[in-house]
């Protein structure tokens, strides 16, 4: 019965995915765009939506959150999962924003300018940027860092 086992993970896959819809990811992540960008935090859910509008970046951020998920609690199934996501939901708590070390603030600034690009406020200069060898090294980071931010959110109780 393998091929059923499949389907039932890919089932739940698909929910986990289903809950971090562009909303919920502006509200997980919207504050952290404002402080590395230096606006304020409505500002910061604001662009991340926009942003989040272009299919691919969501899914780049859904399958990087799910990811994250997954190495965060790998003891929990994508039931359990899916459970501790509606959870999280009920109890409305806010997101905090990220605590950017220097060390990783090129990293967290290429996602947030990527962040930007997709929302129509970030420059071409800027934007060329990200077309750099380097740059797509600390965007990727930066995509890992704010996708495993957003994990630690939403598995907080």
Sequence with gaps: MLGGSRVFAMRYS?????????????????????????????????????????????????????????RARPEDDDEALVERLDARARAGKRAVAATVARSAEAAWLAWALWIDEGAGWASGESSSLLDTEEGTALLEEGLERACAHGAKQLLRR
Excluded: F, I, M, S
């Excluded at 504050?31 to 272009?54: D, I, K, M, S």
């Design 14 to 70: 698909h929910a986990l995915r289903a809950r971090l819809t562009r909303e919920r990811l502006a509200a997980l992540l919207g504050t952290t765009q404002a402080r590395v960008r230096g606006h304020a935090p409505n500002e910061g859910y604001e662009r991340v939506e926009a942003a989040l509008e272009n299919a691919a970046r969501l899914a780049r951020h859904q399958d990087g959150l799910v990811d994250a998920l997954r």
